[in-house]
């Protein structure tokens, strides 16, 4: 097996604050971590080698730094890491982010290609979640957001079977590979990687893609040139309630049309 | 044996004395390990701090050549603050040398000056392993010959993995439980041999900083608190300025906290509110709250300080000066010492406390060591001599204030109550004591 994770860089939210008059991180001394989300996507990652065999290739775009996180990448387990740094993709928003790491993946997949893309479900310091499907559409592969277990991956059949967290509740789906997955916490957990593997991230140096080696990109596809999006305004969004949920079989039609003229007499609809 | 992994030496823990050690070894040729228990090097790591630039250069000859300094502000302006409940006199010195280049000393923070060693150790070549805890070492017939680590060997194998090296460097800190598995100490410290210190780091609006001290942008304050900061027990507090935060801490005798029931954030918090601090620190944010042992066990608690194939250096071997905030240069120092005399064992093969004693003759030369003995008096003089904390920042406070203010007043009976005062707070007999004591004290007897 081959499989592909997409990572990123970001502040220590434990540790962030808030600029008052710009409305921005204040992003100088906080330390850097891997995006929690993508770290779960390296922890899958690193179950499925060890149970099934696999090579892993983590990718991330960053600056020079954002060589610590692949480092750190190579402590679950990944075999080769690729850090694409160039001054050129600074400031892309998630249109740019995902041509780039699109095209790179493709060069990547030439030389093999990959059976799993694993993508964390958004990065802590963006919350756009845009960058997972917008290389899925890219690549030409199905695309399967939220996931939250894998249940089954059959190498002979090719197929993954996998759990979906959304709203209105758990989707247990069936798809082919390859397929692009965006991962959520539950998916993994990190390692207590053993002391040969601290060894070798120690030791591990990743290449380093540039916006014409390997890869030729477009120029006006990268960074804030290919970046039309505009930031208006950051603002936390109102959680929305997943409501309560009563399965007749369990409870009895009887009980569940009674909460149900409970809750409209609460509201003043009935 | 397929368990482990070896190296010509094995460093454990990641503070300055271990990354000293390591590089020191590094540079020779030797293949070095480094073990740290944090998610990196001065990730659980605290300290006041101020740096001494020479013991830095020592490692780091090239460390003006560095684009951005692992430092705050150079100190420009020293001394101590002496508070009553809400008063203060403030004695700090600063001269053109102070100005000179390169600053004797820098502010800093633990969670960037020792990532920036440490990186400085890996380009040396040494393997700096963070997030790996070491549990045991490994002995056989009195000789240690590596330790034992918290994670397995590799993917396949959960039995623990053992890394092997003929020497063995311990770096391990205030908590010197290997240093005691070593053999090297017969005993843990008692609460009366440590003190506890906690510290904040108090975030100011931009210019504030330089505002509230009188500080340009390359100038820094580094101040000693004494009498109120501690409530009168023996112990200090600091206060160093950062780039835009202050750095604020107090500590005492682990003991006294203990028979006092005191808490250390309330000790803190107590400072925060002494309406000197309290305005000099108005509208800033806590980033950062930690707090931290400091040996203090000195001459008396010192431990051998190599064996067969082991070595202990900086706060393991209780290796700092309170009076002077020496702790992170005497760990450096110690560090390349014990560092140099790991070498000298590889180029003669062998490994034996004969061998490594290279380390604890040199230590024993140096200035390190005539301190310790100088001071060797250090807490028995200050737990004796609590009026020096608890009566003479007031007195001081009250005389100066009487003095200050008195315009309109005859001063015949001013000074009669600036002696009273002296003859209540202290009596002529003991005003004498305490002055003969300290005397005494300094000279080193
Ligand atoms: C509040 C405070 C203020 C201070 N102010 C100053 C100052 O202004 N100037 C100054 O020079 N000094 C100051 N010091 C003292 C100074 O911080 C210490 O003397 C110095 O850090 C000692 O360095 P070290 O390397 O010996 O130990 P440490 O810095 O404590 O490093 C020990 C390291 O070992 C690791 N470790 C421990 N056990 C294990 C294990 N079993 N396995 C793996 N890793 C392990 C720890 O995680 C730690 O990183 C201050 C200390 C405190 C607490």
Redesign the interface.
């Known amino acids: 097996m081959n499989i592909l994770v997409s990572i990123k860089q970001v502040p220590d939210t434990t540790n962030i604050r808030i600029n008052p008059e710009t409305g921005t991180l204040v992003r100088e001394g906080v330390p850097s971590i891997i995006n929690p989300y993508d770290a779960s996507a390296l922890a899958l990652a690193s179950k499925l080698k060890r149970r099934y065999g696999a090579k892993i290739t983590v990718i991330t775009m960053g600056p020079p730094q954002a060589e610590a996180a692949l480092k750190e990448a190579v402590e679950y387990g990944a075999d080769r890491i690729i850090l694409l740094s160039d001054r050129k993709f600074a400031g892309a928003d998630t249109l740019a982010t995902s041509y780039t790491l699109a095209e790179t993946i493709k060069y990547l997949a030439g030389e093999a290609p990959f059976d799993l893309l694993l993508f964390g479900k958004q990065a802590i310091d963006g919350d756009t979640a845009q960058v997972g499907p917008g290389v899925a559409r890219r690549l030409g592969v199905p695309l399967i957001t939220y996931v939250v277990k894998v249940e089954k991956l059959d190498t002979e059949t090719r197929e993954i079977v996998v759990h979906r967290k959304t709203e209105r509740g758990i989707e247990i789906l069936k798809a082919p590979l390859p397929v692009l997955i965006t991962c959520d916490r539950e998916v993994g957990e990190p390692p207590f990687s053993p002391l040969s593997e601290l060894i070798r991230a120690a030791k591990s140096k990743p290449e380093v893609f540039s916006a014409e080696n390997p890869v030729p990109l477009e120029r006006a596809k990268l960074g804030l040139k290919g970046s039309p999006t505009r930031v208006h305004r950051v603002f936390t969004p109102e959680l929305k309630s997943p409501g309560e949920r009563i399965f007749v079989s369990e409870a009895g039609v009887s009980t569940v049309v009674e909460k149900i003229i409970t809750a409209l007499k609460e509201k003043g609809v009935l | 044996m397929s368990n482990s992994?070896r190296y010509d030496v094995v460093v454990v823990g990641g503070g300055p004395a271990g990354l000293s050690a390591a590089m020191t070894c590094a540079r020779h040729g030797l293949s070095v390990?480094l073990l740290e228990r944090g998610r990196f090097a001065g990730a659980k790591n605290l300290f006041g701090g101020v740096v001494y630039t020479e013991s830095v250069l020592s490692l780091a000859p090239d460390l003006f050549s560095e684009k951005r300094l692992p430092f705050e502000r150079p100190v420009t302006e020293e001394g101590w603050w002496l508070l009553s409940e809400d008063g203060v006199v403030k004695i700090t010195h600063t001269e053109k040398g102070l100005y000179e280049k390169p600053p004797r000393a820098y502010t800093a923070f633990r969670?960037?000056f020792d990532p920036w060693l440490a990186q400085k150790a890996e380009e040396a070549g040494v393997?700096?392993?963070p997030?790996?805890k070491v549990l045991d070492l490994i002995c056989a017939n009195g000789k240690v010959s590596g330790v034992l680590?918290d994670?397995?060997?590799?993917?396949e194998?959960s039995e623990l993995?053992e890394?092997r090296a003929p020497v063995t460097i311990i770096s391990e800190g205030v908590n010197r439980l290997l240093t005691q598995k070593a053999g090297l100490i017969p005993r843990d410290f008692t609460p009366e041999e440590v003190a506890l210190s906690v510290k904040e780091v108090i975030q100011l609006p931009k210019g504030e900083v330089e505002k509230r001290f009188g500080l340009s942008e390359d100038e820094g304050l580094a101040v000693e608190l004494l009498g109120e900061a501690t409530l009168g027990f023996p112990g200090s507090g600091f206060l160093y300025t950062n780039t835009t935060s202050v750095s604020l801490g107090v500590g005492l005798f682990l003991s006294d906290f203990a028979e006092k029931g005191l808490k250390p954030y309330e000790l803190l918090e107590n400072l925060k509110k002494h309406p000197v601090m309290a305005r000099l620190l108005s509208g800033g944010e806590t980033?950062e709250y930690g707090a931290h042992l400091i040996p203090e066990w000195g001459l008396e608690g010192l431990p051998r300080l190599c064996g067969e194939g082991v070595m202990v250096v900086g706060d393991a071997a209780g290796l700092v000066n309170p009076l002077f905030r020496e702790g992170t240069n005497l760990a450096i120092y110690s560090g390349i010492m014990a560092g140099k005399a790991a070498v000298f064992a590889h180029e003669k093969g062998d490994f034996g406390h004969e061998t490594l004693k290279l380390y604890e003759e040199a230590f024993r030369e140096s200035y390190i060591y005539r301190d310790l003995k100088y001071f060797r008096r250090l807490k028995k003089f200050l737990r004796e001599n609590r009026s020096l904390f608890a009566d003479y920042p007031e007195i001081i406070n009250r005389v100066l204030h009487l003095y200050l203010s008195a315009q309109g007043r005859a001063k015949e009976e001013v000074f009669q109550e600036i002696f009273g005062l002296f003859r209540k707070r202290r009596g002529l007999t003991g005003l004498l004591r305490d002055f003969v004591k300290t005397f005494r004290f300094f000279k080193g007897w």
């Open positions: 992994f390990i969670a960037r393997l700096v392993i997030k790996v680590v994670r397995p060997r590799d993917w194998s993995a890394v980033l």
